[in-house]
């Protein structure tokens, strides 16, 4: 049959990225706990096409993901990536995957175990002889305002926030713990299931642990610096908080960056 993606085009201009888009799929990612867990994941998948070519061909991208999507840890992400690059004979592709990540958690007094969920995107590009890497995770937290805590005669203001974190290391390292770092740099975790002893506790807890969003970024910002006692830190990571704040009409914000 005649394959028309193949033939000249005389126009001459070089696409940056061609592919598919906002493809759904399940998938299974790396767990500490388990091994693996299953998740479903969406997907945006490309290539660069040069000046010659009139168009890509869109079935190899999902025959290739398919293939790989029992085991997609983030070194396999790029192995699926490189797949990709060959098949189409192509100089770079590019992808990303953005999934939920379930943890199990326990409530801190009585116990009871239930299901977090927090987002998770890789973001990978492969050319010959080069790769990069990118996991970016977003934690809800919890934040009880320092300043209302210390003008007000009784309570404190608090918010619910999200922690993004944007992370590139070569070594394994797990998802679960950078959530751990992140949910202790804030007032306190969230949680899926607490009975009133629990929601006393964590109350109580946020109310002695008072964070702006300056306060969660930079202390996010040490236990990355220093995560795991690695010998080998992040060579990259950026750290954003964004409050959604309960008494003011607007959300607040910090954000910094590290580079090796």
Same mark, same amino acid.
């Given at each position: 049959?005649?394959?028309?993606?193949?033939? @000249?085009?005389?126009?001459?201009? @070089?696409?940056?990225?061609?592919?598919?888009?906002?493809?759904?799929?399940?998938?299974?990612?790396?767990?500490?706990?388990? +091994?693996?867990?299953?998740?479903?994941?969406?997907?945006?998948?490309?290539?660069?096409?040069?000046?010659?070519?009139?168009?890509?061909?869109?079935?190899?991208?999902? %025959?290739?993901?398919?293939?790989?999507?029992?085991?997609?840890?983030?070194?396999?992400?790029?192995?699926?990536?490189?797949?990709?690059?060959?098949?189409?004979? !192509?100089?770079? #592709?590019?992808?990303?995957?953005?999934?939920?990540?379930?943890?199990?958690?326990?409530? @801190?007094?009585?116990?009871?175990?239930?299901?977090?969920?927090?987002? *998770?995107? =890789?973001?990978?590009?492969?050319?010959?002889?080069?790769?990069?890497?990118?996991?970016? /995770?977003?934690?809800?937290?919890?934040?009880? *305002?320092?300043?209302?805590?210390?003008?007000?005669?009784?309570?404190?203001? &608090?918010?619910? +926030? /999200?922690?993004?974190?944007?992370?590139?290391?070569?070594?394994?390292?797990?998802?679960?713990?950078?959530?751990?770092?992140?949910?202790? #740099? !804030?007032? #306190?975790?969230? =949680?899926?299931?607490?009975?009133? @002893?629990? %929601?006393?506790?964590?109350?109580?807890? !946020?109310?002695?642990?008072?964070?702006?969003?300056?306060?969660?970024?930079?202390?996010?910002?040490?236990?990355?610096? &220093?995560?795991?006692? *690695?010998?080998?830190?992040? #060579?990259?990571?950026?750290?954003? *908080? %964004?409050?959604?704040?309960? /008494?003011?009409?607007?959300?607040?914000? !910090?954000?910094?960056?590290?580079? %090796?």
């Amino acid at each position: 049959m005649v394959d028309i993606q193949n033939t @000249p085009d005389t126009r001459e201009i @070089p696409l940056q990225k061609v592919g598919v888009k906002d493809l759904r799929y399940p998938v299974q990612v790396l767990d500490k706990e388990n +091994g693996f867990q299953q998740t479903t994941a969406k997907v945006n998948l490309f290539v660069n096409l040069p000046r010659a070519y009139k168009g890509t061909h869109m079935s190899r991208f999902i %025959e290739i993901f398919h293939k790989h999507r029992s085991n997609l840890g983030m070194k396999q992400f790029l192995v699926m990536l490189e797949e990709i690059r060959q098949s189409l004979d !192509a100089e770079r #592709s590019f992808g990303t995957m953005e999934f939920p990540f379930f943890m199990t958690k326990t409530a @801190p007094v009585s116990q009871a175990q239930s299901i977090m969920s927090y987002t *998770c995107t =890789y973001e990978g590009s492969v050319s010959e002889g080069k790769s990069d890497f990118r996991l970016k /995770i977003r934690v809800p937290v919890t934040t009880v *305002c320092p300043c209302s805590k210390a003008i007000s005669d009784r309570g404190a203001h &608090n918010q619910r +926030g /999200i922690v993004t974190v944007t992370l590139q290391n070569s070594s394994l390292f797990w998802v679960e713990d950078v959530i751990q770092s992140i949910e202790e #740099s !804030a007032s #306190s975790g969230l =949680y899926s299931i607490l009975k009133r @002893p629990d %929601e006393k506790f964590v109350t109580e807890h !946020a109310y002695d642990n008072p964070r702006f969003v300056e306060d969660v970024v930079r202390e996010v910002f040490l236990a990355l610096k &220093n995560f795991g006692k *690695c010998e080998k830190p992040f #060579s990259y990571f950026k750290v954003e *908080c %964004e409050n959604f704040e309960s /008494i003011h009409n607007h959300n607040a914000y !910090a954000c910094t960056e590290f580079c %090796e």
